[in-house]
């Protein structure tokens, strides 16, 4: 069955550390990856996308994600958190058909 | 503009009840979904419709049905509720035609059956 996993439950970082959240999926073939981010009481928003080209793409807030496809990854990364950061990331993807399948999501715990 | 707005917000429901959870969206959108989400489980997609009168099943549509009678809403019904259906349920809508994946949430709806 096709599915998207996270590396990471729960990660804990000081402010200023660096971050990278792992993201695997199974599909073969052309696919459209993303995550989302859900602060705490807040829904789900788009942090940033990859449909084609180059294979590191920016989003919001200082976030940026690589796309490498021999591995079949997604991952997330941010040079420096900071405190509102902290929130649950999901990756995302979807294949041509198929509806958008979600990780089980990572908690990011930011401590000042 | 209001997006995507779920009602209601919060509910509690005991076994074997029944109840709609509305959502409302008001961007033309024509994709929409209705996903739940369990700790640990992250999100898991229930129902989705890719247009006015149309519906499809997704990972996890036992003991829920639908219903997208028009473009700017999309249903989501438990006929009767079980312990297992408590969650927090969110729907989504999508605007592209070529349906990239790119999805608009409401704010979600926690329900409780006890």
């Known amino acids: 069955a096709q599915s998207v996993s996270q590396h990471n439950h729960h990660v804990i970082l000081s402010e200023a550390a660096s971050l990278e959240l792992g993201c695997n999926y199974s599909y073969g073939g052309t696919v459209n990856l993303f995550w989302y981010v859900q602060y705490p009481g807040q829904h789900l928003q788009l942090l940033l996308k990859?449909?084609?080209?180059?294979?590191l793409v920016k989003g919001i807030k200082g976030f940026e994600a690589e796309f490498i496809k021999s591995k079949f990854s997604f991952n997330l990364r941010k040079p420096s958190v900071q405190w509102s950061d902290t929130a649950e990331y999901f990756c995302?993807?979807?294949?041509?058909?198929?509806?958008?399948?979600f990780g089980k999501g990572t908690t990011l715990s930011v401590s000042s | 503009n209001a997006g995507v707005t779920q009602t209601p917000k919060f509910r509690v429901l005991k076994t074997g009840q029944s109840m709609t959870l509305l959502c409302a969206q008001d961007m033309n959108h024509e994709y929409m979904y209705w996903y739940r989400q369990d700790p640990g489980m992250g999100l898991r997609l229930i129902h989705y419709?890719?247009?006015?009168?149309?519906?499809a099943k997704g990972e996890v549509p036992d003991g829920y049905n639908v219903s997208r009678l028009k473009k700017q809403n999309f249903l989501l019904g438990l006929e009767s509720a079980a312990p297992s259906q408590t969650s927090v349920y969110f729907c989504?809508?999508?605007?592209?035609?070529?349906?990239?994946?790119?999805?608009?949430f409401g704010e979600g709806s926690r329900l409780t059956v006890l």
């Open positions: 995302a993807v979807k294949k041509a058909g198929t509806a958008l399948i």
């Open positions: 989504a809508s999508s605007y592209d035609r070529r349906n990239t994946g790119e999805l608009f």
């Open positions: 990859y449909f084609s080209g180059d294979p």
């Open positions: 419709s890719v247009g006015e009168g149309t519906t």
